[in-house]
Every structure is written in structure tokens, then in C-alpha cells.
């Protein structure tokens, strides 16, 4: 029985009253120059005016809200504040970058209706200009000339042209070096670009400062021009559009009053641009505090655990943080899961060598090294964090199943130690009353560093009589012949030939639609928490598994999906 | 950044630059502007880029992902030989095909964007990158060896057919065919 609501309403619901905003506001502003004050420049532009104008108002709107969900720390500190908060609005902050993605995707949607209206008006602006006969156009575009009144065509003369006119006018330089801006961020940060290669797509997204500038001054030649209010009482242009021949000749039709629109935008974005500024601040006040790497040990499938102590460093299982190694480069921070408990006296993150950075600080720590390295030798780091993840809120569901592939371990490495502890400890608030762990791997090295720590838990459990409490599988999604041969001579033995553990390793991949079945069979009536950090195919097929195996009805069984996303 | 190929993020910057040269030749052209020659020659040229571009080129490390459909266009382009393999005459076709959309508004940030995706592809052919398709993985037939026309004499070492059943505990899912002592 499907139940999406439970899943996916919330994001949902957000989305939509996302939309309507943008909808409301481009039907709004459309509508606006529809009134009279705006009569005349319609008559040199047309509806081009509206078509610009619409969107603009939803650029101010969206430009306001990309910057908030990059907010790491203002997030972080509104999930701390919502642990008293359902967990469904604490999932909500979980997909902020989503959000901030379809965010930047409006905004290149309406640049695009922006730009190609103001390609009109630029045009019909030049069009007026270049007229020759005395029509309502020429006259209108006389104005100004010479006679010291405010202009309504921001062309003020016909020696030009709309590409000139574009470059030298405060509007349209900003509105290119904007628009420049935008294209290069988006173009380096599709998915092929940013999984590859992160430094390109991390430092051409700077130039959002420069889009935001543009952005800011794009208004300030108040070149969207209409009548002023009093103007329209004495020239009214149902009346006296007709007569434009006879404009300051008559007594009913003096010559209208224009003026320019004053910049609007900087109203919208200053808030959100003041929190950013915030935000960087403080990520560079945590990053000076110092960190000393006690302790650097290799692991095999190309693995580097660093443990680390920092005055006043707080954490809670599964979050993150960011490291920055000045001696590698200056300008970089990479994202880590921490792997230790908030019970140990360090912190830890395990860190895969997969680019320039990770083989730098393998080389900078000493990986490459056999002998004893001495403390001072070590890197100084900088830590940025912790941030909060899904993986927090796995402590308040009752049943949990946490699934990791490959290093998509790591944040629930931290949860298990700190289950560890916990049980150690006898802490009665440790709601969990059975955790389902899955670890997906591709071979076999991969479970060493792992290893220790499960076959501490298992022997732990046996001691304490409720070996029932962690059930845990792992899967060896990949293996050859000569593999093969060795696990079916040792088919028999009481531990696993590869982890030493009593639990077996298993085979190929889970029988997902079975394990959910299963386990919404236990635990009938149970809220069950889903995690998983790994790939997004995995991801869909468990989000679908939960939809799927939850019940309709409010007291069944439900499976609540979370992600971790990096 | 050492690792970073250049290419991969001017191919993006060029597709892009591609549609919004073609869009600001089709808005020229439809809007009759004045010049719409230059517009019209936006269109041909924005879909000449696009075209071009569409394949993605092979990574030298790592997995290259394909455009949907690219395959069609990769055969096309790969026919051209060392003009689309190298780098530099690819900058050079993408600074020169810029020059005329500067002369009119509509195609003027497509001239900007294809100018600036001929500077990457021209810092990516200094470091001796090279366009290189991405071709459909060849299937080998399977042929049986020579010795495998006589079914196997002696059985492999396994243990007995009660030995070899699954534990029941163990399986993560149930066989569907009840395993028997000829089932390998």
C-alpha cells in the first residue's frame, strides 16, 4: 500500500506555494503595466514592457531565496532549534540544495523571458528614435531633447544603436556582466563538471558576487520610465493620446511628466545577502580555531583516517564538517562525514583518495611513509562544522535501517560507535529499540576498518544477552572466481572467512522488496527510519520501497525515507 | 587542479553558447529587426555549434558519460578527422563563428559566450587535450574453446548435495526453484 503523502508531502506542499509565489507575482506585475501611467511607453514598446517587467519581479523573488538554503550554519542552528519540531520539517532543511537548484533553474528561466523582451523593447526604444514623421512615436521620443524635461526613451538619439545603447548604459552593462555570470555558474556546475571536477565548479560559483552586484546596480539608471501620477490627472492619455500634435498647445493636454522607476531590488536581496555574509564570517571564525591531528592511519582500498581534537568541538552522530589543509591549498574545503561518537574524546573522518586534493593531504600527512611521523611534522587543519545531516534524527525513530554503500558508511559508522557507548553506558534514553544495518560493498578490503568495530559490537551484544538489537548484513556486490572457490571451502565455518564475524557475508545485492516485507512484518504499527547514504539509484529504489510498504492507515507501519546528499 | 580536463567544461560552455546564439537569431528574426541578416546567421551558426558539440568528447580518466542519442552525431563528427580532434582549431572555428553576432543585440551574448568557450577549449588544447568519440562497446562473440566439445569427465571437488544446500538464515531471499543435487 502506497502512502507518498507521509513521504512526500511537506517537499511537496513547499514546492507549490513556491510556484504559486512565482506565478502571483508574474501575473501581478504584468498587470501593473497595464495602467495608464505606463500608456505611453506602450506606445513606443508594446507589451514587451509587461513581458520584461513580470519576470523581473520573480527574479527579485528567487534571487532573494537562492542564498538561504547555502546558509550551512543557519540551517544547522534551525535543525537544532526543530528537535522539538516534527521530523518531517527537520527532512525539509535535509534538502536544501535541491531546493537552491530548482531555485537557480527559475531564475534562468525567467533571465531568459527577460532578456529576449528587453531584446524588444531595445529595439522598439531604437525604432521611435529613427522616426522620421511626426507620429505619436517621434513626438514621445522628442521629450527631453533640449527642452529640459525628463525623457521617456532612454535612446536619446538616433546616431546609435541598441548594441551600443546596451554596453553604455548602466542597465545594460550590468545586466551582461550578470547574465555572463549566471552562464558560466550553470554551465560548471552540471553534474558531469561538478562530480569530476569540483575546484573548477566551486570557484566559477563565486561569481555569484559579481551577479549580485549587477543585479543590485541593474536599476539605478531608472531606465523604465512611465507618466508621473500628477501628470496623468492633467494629460490623460484616453484624452489626449490622440492629439500628441497639439501636446502644451491645449489647455486640456500639457506635455505628460515622466520619470523612472527607483531601483527596487536591493529591498529584496539585501536581507539574504547580509545573513550570507554572516554565514561566511562565521564559517571563517570556526575555520581559525586550531585543530591538532592526533592520530593518521592508512587504510587499504586507499583510505586515510585522520583523528582530530578541537577546543569546544561539539558534535552529533552523522554530521559532517568541512577540512581545509592550508599547505595543500588555501582555497579549498571538502566535505566529511565524521566517523567518530560524540562519546570519544577526538574526532574522526575517513577520507577516500580520489582527486588532487585527498592524494595531496595523503602525501602532506605522511601516508606515503612507513616510519613513526613525529606530531609537529603533521599539517595544521582547519575545520569548518559540524553540520547537521539526516543522519541525526536516527536516534528518534524506534526501528531503524540504515543502508550504506561503499564509503556511504561512514555516517553511520559514527552511529554505531555511538550506540556502542551508549550501551556501554547503560543510557536508558536510547530510543532505538532495533537498528537493520546494511553495508553494500564492492570488495572485500573495504571491510577492514569496518570490521573491528562490528566485531566489537557483536561480541558486546552476546555479553549483554540481546544479540537481537543490531541486525546487520553486508553484501559483497562484487567477486571473482578465485573468491568464489575460497567462500565455498569455508561455506561451513562458524566465523565469516572475510570479516571474521559470526554474521555471513552475503552474496550479489539485497532482496529489497523482501527485507522491507519482512521487517514491516516485525514491527507492525512502528514508525520505521529509512537511511541510506549512497548512490541515487539506490536512493530511488529504497524511496520507492518505502512509499510502497507503508500502510495507508495512520496506525500501521510507516517507513520514512531519508538521504544524506553530497 | 591538475586533473582537471578542460575540454568536458568548454563542451558545456559551447552547447550552451550554441542555444543562446540560436535563440537570439531566432528572437532577431522573428522580431524582423533591423540587421535580422545577422540574426538569421546566428540560427545557422548556433545550430552548426550545437550540433558539434552535442557529442561529448572520451575522458582520458574516468567514465564518460554519453549524451542521450550523441552516437548519430559522434560518427559525424568523428568523419572530420583531426579538424574536430584537435583543440586549437576548434578555439579558432569558435572565435572566428563569435565575430558576427556581435554586430546586432539579439546574438550579442552568444557571441560573448562562444568567445569565451573558444578561451577554454584553447587552454585545453594547450594542455594537449584531444577530442576523442566515445564508441559503442564491442561485444566479442563467445565461442566455446576447442576443448570444450567433450562434456567433463571427472566431477570438480565439491562437497556432498546436503553440504551445499543454503542456510536458511542466511538467504536473503528465497529461491523460487527448490535447489537439487543437479543444479550447480
Redesign the interface.
Same mark, same amino acid.
Given at each position: 500500500m502506497g502512502n507518498w503523502v507521509v513521504n512526500e508531502g511537506l517537499s511537496i506542499l513547499v514546492i507549490l506555494v513556491w510556484l504559486g509565489i512565482n506565478i502571483f507575482l508574474f501575473v501581478y506585475y504584468y498587470i501593473v503595466y497595464l495602467d495608464e501611467r505606463f500608456y505611453y511607453t506602450r506606445v513606443l514598446v508594446g507589451d514587451a514592457l509587461s513581458w520584461a517587467r513580470a519576470p523581473a519581479a520573480c527574479l527579485n523573488f528567487n534571487c532573494m531565496l537562492i542564498l538561504l538554503p547555502v546558509c550551512r550554519n543557519l540551517l544547522s542552528f534551525l535543525r537544532g532549534s526543530c528537535q522539538c519540531c516534527s521530523r518531517n520539517i527537520t527532512r525539509q532543511l535535509d534538502r536544501n540544495i535541491t531546493f537552491h537548484k530548482l531555485v537557480a533553474y527559475m531564475i534562468a528561466f525567467h533571465t531568459a523571458i527577460h532578456i529576449i523582451a528587453h531584446l524588444f523593447n531595445f529595439e522598439r526604444f531604437m525604432d521611435a528614435q529613427l522616426e522620421q514623421n511626426e507620429t505619436i512615436a517621434y513626438v514621445l521620443s522628442q521629450i527631453g531633447n533640449g527642452d529640459n524635461r525628463p525623457y521617456l526613451n532612454p535612446i536619446r538619439t538616433n546616431e546609435t544603436n541598441p548594441t551600443f545603447v546596451a554596453f553604455t548604459t548602466i542597465a545594460g552593462l550590468s545586466g551582461v556582466a550578470s547574465t555572463l555570470a549566471l552562464i558560466l555558474i550553470i554551465t560548471s556546475s552540471m553534474e558531469v563538471i561538478r562530480r569530476s571536477y569540483f575546484e573548477v565548479f566551486w570557484f566559477t560559483h563565486h561569481l555569484f558576487v559579481i551577479f549580485f552586484i549587477g543585479l543590485v546596480i541593474h536599476g539605478v539608471g531608472e531606465i523604465v520610465r512611465g507618466q508621473t501620477a500628477s501628470s496623468v490627472l492633467t494629460n490623460k492619455p484616453s484624452n489626449c493620446a490622440a492629439q500628441y500634435k497639439d501636446w502644451g498647445k491645449v489647455p486640456d493636454c500639457p506635455i505628460p511628466q515622466f520619470t523612472g522607476n527607483p531601483p527596487m531590488t536591493w529591498k529584496w536581496v539585501i536581507g539574504p545577502m547580509v545573513l550570507y555574509v554572516f554565514e561566511r564570517l562565521v564559517r571563517f571564525w570556526r575555520s581559525k580555531q586550531k585543530v591538532v591531528i592526533t592520530k593518521v592511519v592508512t587504510h587499504p582500498s586507499k583510505t586515510l583516517e585522520l583523528q582530530m581534537k578541537k577546543k569546544g568541538f561539539k558534535m552529533e552522530v552523522g554530521q559532517y564538517v568541512n577540512l581545509q589543509c592550508p599547505s595543500v591549498s588555501q582555497l579549498e574545503w571538502h566535505p566529511f562525514t565524521l566517523t567518530s561518537a560524540p562519546e570519544e574524546d577526538h574526532f574522526s573522518v575517513h577520507i577516500r583518495i580520489v582527486g588532487d586534493w585527498t592524494q595531496q593531504l595523503f602525501e602532506a600527512c605522511g601516508g606515503e611513509k612507513k616510519e613513526f611521523q613525529e606530531a609537529w611534522k603533521l599539517p595544521k587543519m582547519a575545520v569548518d562544522g559540524p553540520f547537521g545531516t539526516a543522519s541525526e534524527d536516527v536516534f528518534r525513530y524506534e526501528v531503524v535501517m540504515l543502508v550504506g554503500a561503499g564509503i556511504g558508511v561512514t555516517p553511520f559508522a559514527s552511529v554505531l560507535k555511538s550506540v556502542w557507548y551508549r550501551y556501554f553506558n547503560n543510557d536508558t534514553g536510547l530510543i532505538p529499540k532495533k537498528i537493520y544495518f546494511y553495508w553494500l560493498c564492492r570488495e572485500t578490503n573495504a571491510f577492514e576498518w569496518f570490521a573491528d568495530l562490528l566485531q566489537s559490537l557483536e561480541t558486546q551484544m552476546l555479553e549483554k544477552g540481546n544479540a537481537d538489537f543490531l541486525s546487520y548484513r553486508i553484501y559483497l556486490t562484487g567477486w571473482d572466481e578465485a573468491q568464489a572457490a575460497h567462500f565455498t571451502v569455508h561455506h561451513e565455518e562458524e566465523n565469516d572467512p572475510i570479516t571474521g564475524l559470526k554474521q555471513k557475508t552475503l552474496y550479489g545485492r539485497p532482496n529489497w522488496e523482501n527485507e522491507f516485507k519482512t521487517i514491516a512484518g516485525n514491527h507492525p504499527g512502528a514508525r520505521i527510519g529509512v537511511f541510506l547514504c549512497g548512490p541515487e539509484v539506490l536512493a530511488k529504489s529504497l524511496s520507492k520501497q518505502s512509499i510502497n510498504h507503508s500502510d495507508a492507515d495512520p496506525r500501521g507501519v510507516h517507513f520514512i525515507f531519508n538521504k544524506e546528499n553530497f | %587542479?591538475?586533473?582537471? #580536463?578542460w575540454a %568536458?567544461?568548454a563542451n #558545456?560552455?559551447a552547447l550552451?553558447?550554441g542555444l543562446?546564439l540560436l535563440?537570439?537569431g531566432v528572437?532577431?528574426v522573428a522580431?524582423q529587426?533591423?540587421d535580422w541578416q545577422f540574426a538569421a546567421y546566428g540560427v545557422a551558426a548556433g545550430v552548426f555549434i550545437c550540433l558539434l558539440e552535442y557529442p561529448?568528447g572520451k575522458?582520458k580518466k574516468?567514465t564518460s558519460?554519453e549524451r542521450t542519442g550523441q552516437r548519430y552525431l559522434t560518427v559525424c563528427v568523428k568523419a572530420f578527422g583531426p579538424l574536430t580532434r584537435n583543440y586549437y582549431v576548434r578555439a579558432g572555428l569558435h572565435a572566428v563563428l563569435s565575430v558576427p553576432g556581435?554586430?546586432?543585440?539579439?546574438t550579442?551574448?552568444g557571441c560573448?559566450?562562444v568567445a569565451?568557450a573558444s578561451l577554454i577549449y584553447l587552454l585545453a588544447a594547450i594542455r594537449g587535450e584531444q577530442w576523442e568519440p566515445i564508441m559503442p562497446r564491442v561485444e566479442s562473440k563467445e565461442r566455446p574453446g576447442q576443448s570444450m566439445k567433450e562434456p567433463p569427465t571427472n566431477p570438480p571437488p565439491?562437497?556432498p548435495a546436503e553440504?551445499r544446500r543454503k542456510r536458511q538464515e542466511?538467504a536473503?531471499?528465497?529461491n523460487p526453484i527448490p535447489i537439487s543435487v543437479n543444479s550447480v
Open positions: - | %587542479m591538475g586533473q582537471i #580536463e %568536458m567544461w #558545456e560552455q550552451a553558447a543562446i535563440t537570439g528572437v532577431g522580431g529587426f533591423k561529448r575522458r574516468g558519460i556581435g554586430f546586432m543585440l539579439p550579442v551574448l560573448v559566450c569565451i565439491r562437497p553440504l542466511d536473503a531471499y528465497v
